[in-house]
């Protein structure tokens, strides 16, 4: 794996939307207890395997994109709901650290299969 390859540009982008989603969450001032208790939540979308590859990929990849995060950020932010706006960085911290460690989106061949690579 060269020094630059897509694999590792990949992770480094991972790692960079970790870092600053953690400044962004210390800057709110949020409850670092509550990221803990919510960090690996949106993992909890992995149970949509039970019911197939094709459900599990689709459920898991709609939970580990960086839309839905960013949707519930401005819909805490221009809708005057504060509360989202801490949990739509916890999100991404752990899309960013699923990033950092290798995981990728699911395709529906197999759980393992990922768009960075079989895990």
Known sequence: M???SPRVLLRLEGLAVLALACAAFHAL????LTFGVLFLAPDLSM???LAGSKAGARTYN???TYFLPAALAAAGWFGHFPALVPLSVIWAAHIG???LLGYGLKYETAFKDTH???V
């Open 2 to 4: 060269s020094a630059l």
């Open 29 to 32: 001032g949020a409850s670092w």
């Open 47 to 49: 149970v949509a395997f």
């Open 62 to 64: 709609a939970a580990h």
């Open 97 to 99: 650290f699923d990033r």
């Open 116 to 118: 960075l690579g079989r």
